[in-house]
């Protein structure tokens, strides 16, 4: 059972620039959630995707956006990036959307903006 | 609003001795509650969730509705304790999880 990946590990972009971040969820999962973490913190919501559709979504601008493919997969789009974007982002699949499914999370793509 | 928190930065402790990590919450209906881990360069899991009322790796946590509570306690740490601890709570509403900041456990040898 091959567990949740991301891609890219680390990524650099200036100010104003756009973001694309990749999850590939683990088998079996049709549910994907988005964190950010700033440094010393605890992960924040972003937004959820169940089966294609957004679920669920955390108090964040617009700028930033996501998609699921058929295949569950999922990416996390940020427009206009500003310097507090810079963070670790980490996605989590489930196999379900209810608080008895368990949330595993991917190692997480740093992001750095200059 | 929805939040969690937890007091403590850093916990450091020597091997043998109990271990308590705080965790408050604050929360409108009925909370479910989730200890989550995070070792040296490995991702963050689930260490133990409220509604199973289970003990993984020693850790057990009891919630507390009067205090607001979800402590993490273990009587005798381990070197191999040492690590990230997050407790996060369950919001319904788009399914997500709300996290503390993190408490860092140290147990020294």
């Known amino acids: 059972e091959t567990g949740v990946t991301q891609s890219p590990t680390h990524l650099i972009k200036t100010r104003g620039q756009q973001v694309t971040l990749r999850c590939s969820s683990q088998s079996g999962h049709n549910t994907v959630s988005w964190y950010q973490q700033a440094l010393g913190q605890g992960p924040q919501f972003i937004f959820q995707?169940?089966?294609?559709?957004?679920?669920g979504r955390g108090n964040f601008p617009p700028r930033f956006s996501g998609l699921q493919f058929p295949n569950y997969s999922s990416e996390l789009n940020v427009n206009a990036l500003e310097l507090d974007d810079s963070a670790l982002y980490l996605c989590a699949s489930s196999a379900g959307t209810g608080v008895q499914q368990t949330q595993y999370f991917g190692p997480g793509t740093r992001l750095l903006v200059l | 609003a929805q939040r969690v928190t937890q007091p403590e930065k850093l916990l450091s402790v020597f091997k043998g001795a109990p271990v308590e990590l705080k965790c408050n919450y604050s929360?409108?209906?009925?909370?479910?509650l989730f200890w989550y881990v995070q070792y040296s360069r490995q991702r963050l899991q689930l260490l133990l969730r409220?509604?199973s009322r289970e003990s993984i790796k020693g850790f057990t946590a009891d919630l507390n509705k009067g205090e607001t509570s979800f402590h993490l306690k273990k009587p005798f740490a381990q070197e191999e304790d040492s690590a990230m601890y997050y407790c996060?709570?369950?919001?319904?509403?788009?399914?997500?999880?709300?996290f503390g900041q993190g408490t860092e456990l140290s147990v020294k040898p």
């Open positions: 995707y169940y089966r294609e559709e957004e679920n």
């Open positions: 409220h509604i």
């Open positions: 996060a709570l369950w919001e319904n509403q788009g399914g997500k999880l709300i």
């Open positions: 929360y409108s209906g009925s909370p479910e």
